[in-house]
């Protein structure tokens, strides 16, 4: 019979199996296996944080396709244990399993053993297992501290970055750079930009200059232990206009030391000689720094050089290391590229909101009967340049076209399509077109310009003469009317479809426009916004006119002020879009002063227009007027009659000036020129440019409008 050793016996070289022996004969008995592992997959360290060869097996836990495997066949444990295999503590890097005694341990490529005799696993009468050697348990914390410093460094360098790229405007990125590093990677910093800052490719000339743009410490404690920090240059005010005192200016002298730092790019340690030579320069003489790694002078190169940061740390504080310099090199680029693309960023919203006031009227005319005021505000986050825009437009017959509108999207070219749809409505008004023609050529004109391009306008065009309006929507808002007895009414506009549509009618409607009241015509930005919907600022709207109206009772509020009023009603988070805001007053003009008639185009009708002109003047009590009202009427109406086949009209409105106009069905404008001796004509309106306040003349679609003025005498206005 054949023995089988136990775990409490030495192992003994067995006989020669028998032909009828068992296949389990000559065999050790399997046994399960455990083995410590470290939980954090650091080599040689045990679960309960001390050496691999004395770990707690209880406390152990497995790790899956980690912890190691169990050999349960004896062959192959009797075929390992006739060849020499290394001691644990002699193979560098691998610690000693621990196993249960007697149980044989495969080696494989987890790293467990296998075909060790009990004497090598810790049987009985094995010697006591060793622990590992202590330069390798610390070489082992070193690695593990290493791994740990320089994953703190990637995870700040993520977080720093991710923050700095958050700002839009240079402050934003320069403040988001300060907040990241104090006091995280260093105890202050001073960052300095050139003044001015080149924008893209440009190439300024001059000396290079640097700016101090921004500075941030931590706070400093009572100096207990010699650990403060130096003087540093107080925070710079970048408003000197509005008291604050100049921020220190640092000339880069051509071939100095602070000129070769910047131009090597790479940050460099305070220790070092070029930098020891370039801060005195950049900071000035009377800054002293900490001696030692405590400073690091980090250039900030976008397209090219534009600053510097420097980056200090108290002398009580442990130095920077030689990585360190490689996270002020990331923190240097991801700012100086942050600072080049808010440059960029701000020129085309410079460019963008240039081009758009420029659009924009600089001033509004002053028609007969009606009072303009208006308004514009650029969307409150920086750049959000829109396509809104405003437009008073004089038309024949003392009428006026008010126009408010908005290219849909916010950039350059949102200006620009709509400085070339308000030239497009100018043009159109000048062609004295109903309101739905007007809309439906803006609607060709946008479609032409793209596919894509898109606006919603609304056009009126009022009579002071008869007291009408005529609105034409194109997906606008509607306008709101504020009576003289302070009611505020919504009319009632057919909204129509967005002009860039495309196959679509436009319908006009004539509405009352009494005397005392006021039209407000308003963009989008007024009364929607993130936290209102478009109706519920209309409402709004309608309520705080009713307010502002309650304040001056009977009499209607003033134009400027009522203006400031209804932008007041805008909160903190209604900024989110431009507004154009466009108020009218209707005085309109009585019928007691107008005078108009209907003359045959004839030799005589010159006559009857000076006699016809001089009665409406001594009705009016004008008669100062008399002279020079009769040779203008007649020079005009010569004109007209000479070229008209239909009845001419002429018409005299007196307002706080004295208008005449004379109508007819020619459409070529007269033009001012110069006549020579020998011409028989020609002198006409070289009569009327040089005694009439103001005259010009306006196509019609059925005709032309010839108009002149001349001022009141002192007491003659109505």
């Known amino acids: 019979m054949t023995e089988h050793p136990t775990s409490h016996e030495p192992r003994q070289a067995a006989p020669p199996a028998a032909s009828s022996a068992t296949p389990h004969q000559g065999r050790p008995e399997p046994a399960p296996c455990t083995a410590a592992a470290d939980p954090r997959g650091f080599p040689g360290r045990s679960s309960a944080g001390g050496p691999a060869g004395v770990a707690d097996m209880s406390a152990a836990a497995p790790r899956g396709d980690d912890s190691p495997a169990c050999a349960a066949d004896g062959g192959r444990a009797d075929a390992g244990a006739g060849r020499p295999r290394p001691r644990p503590e002699e193979t560098p890097g691998v610690p000693p399993p621990a196993a249960p005694h007697g149980v044989p341990v495969e080696t494989g490529a987890r790293g467990g053993a296998a075909g060790r005799t009990p004497e090598q696993t810790g049987g009985p009468g094995a010697p006591p297992a060793r622990s590992a050697h202590p330069a390798q348990a610390a070489e082992s914390g070193e690695l593990l501290a290493a791994r740990q410093a320089g994953g703190d460094r990637l995870r700040f360098i993520g977080a720093a970055t991710r923050r700095i790229a958050r700002g839009i405007d240079l402050d934003e990125i320069v403040l988001g750079l300060c907040r990241a590093t104090v006091p995280t990677f260093a105890d202050a910093i001073l960052v300095y930009l050139r003044d ?58 051509p071939g100095g030391p602070l000129a070769e730092v910047l131009r090597g790019v790479r940050p460099l340690f305070g220790e070092v000689q070029a930098a020891r030579a370039a801060l005195p320069e950049l900071l000035g003489p009377l800054t002293h720094l900490p001696a030692g790694h405590r400073v690091i002078l980090a250039p900030l190169r976008g397209r090219r050089v534009i600053g510097a940061a420097v980056f200090l740390r108290r002398p009580d504080r442990p130095a920077f290391e030689a990585d360190d310099l490689l996270v002020a090199a990331q923190l240097a680029t991801h700012t100086a590229l942050g600072v080049d693309k808010a440059v960029l960023y701000g020129r085309e919203a410079y460019i963008a909101d240039a081009l758009q006031r420029t659009m924009l009227p600089d001033s509004l005319p002053q028609p007969t009967g009606v009072r303009l005021a208006s308004r514009y505000l650029p969307a409150a986050e920086t750049a959000r340049v829109g396509g809104d825009w405003y437009d008073a437009i004089p038309l024949p017959g003392s009428r006026v076209a008010l126009v408010v509108g908005d290219v849909m999207g916010h950039s350059m070219t949102s ?27 803006l609607d060709e004109q946008a479609q032409r310009l793209g596919s894509d391009r898109m606006a919603t306008c609304l056009y009126a065009v009022y009579d002071p003469v008869a007291h009408r309006i005529m609105v034409a929507n194109a997906g606008h808002p509607p306008p709101v009317m504020l009576h003289r007895g302070g009611r505020a009414e919504v009319l009632r506009v057919p909204p129509g479809a967005p002009i860039g549509v495309g196959g679509v009618d436009f319908e006009a409607v004539e509405l009352d426009a009494p005397a005392g009241a006021t039209l407000v015509l308003y963009t989008d930005g007024l009364v929607e916004s993130r936290i209102r919907d478009v109706w519920t600022g209309i409402e709004q709207l309608r309520e705080r006119l009713m307010e502002t109206a309650r304040l001056t009772g009977p009499n209607p509020p003033p134009l400027e002020p009522l203006c400031d009023e209804v932008l007041d009603m805008l909160g903190p988070g209604d900024r989110d879009d431009d507004i154009a805001l466009l108020a009218a007053r209707f005085d309109g003009i009585a019928p007691s002063d107008v005078a108009y008639w209907y003359l045959d185009p004839k030799a005589q009708t010159a006559g009857q227009a000076r006699r016809l002109a001089r009665r409406a003047l001594s009705r009016w009590g004008l008669e100062e007027l008399t002279d020079q009202l009769e040779l203008l009427v007649s020079e005009v109406v010569t004109n007209a009659v ?77």
């Open 196 to 253: 001015p800052l080149p924008v893209g490719d440009e190439r300024p000339t001059g000396p290079v200059v640097l700016r101090l743009r921004r500075t941030d410490r931590i706070p400093e404690e009572p100096d207990t232990n010699g650990g403060r920090l130096p003087m540093l240059p107080a925070q710079p005010d970048l408003s000197p206009a509005m008291g604050g005192s100049a921020a220190e200016l640092s000339e880069v002298l």
């Open 415 to 441: 200006a620009a399509i709509m400085g070339q749809l308000r030239t497009t409505a100018q043009t159109l008004a000048g062609l004295d077109l109903p309101p739905q023609e007007v809309l439906h050529h």
């Open 642 to 718: 000479r070229y008209a086949e239909r009845p001419i009209t002429l018409r005299l409105l007196r307002t706080d000036v004295l208008r005449c106009e004379v109508g007819d069905d020619v459409p070529q404008l007269p033009r001012l020129r110069q006549a020579r001796p020998s011409d028989e004509g020609g002198r006409g309106l070289y009569l009327v440019n040089r005694m009439a306040r103001r005259w010009g003349a306006t196509r019609l679609s059925t005709g032309k409008v010839v108009w002149f003025e001349l001022s009141m005498p002192f007491g003659g206005a109505p």
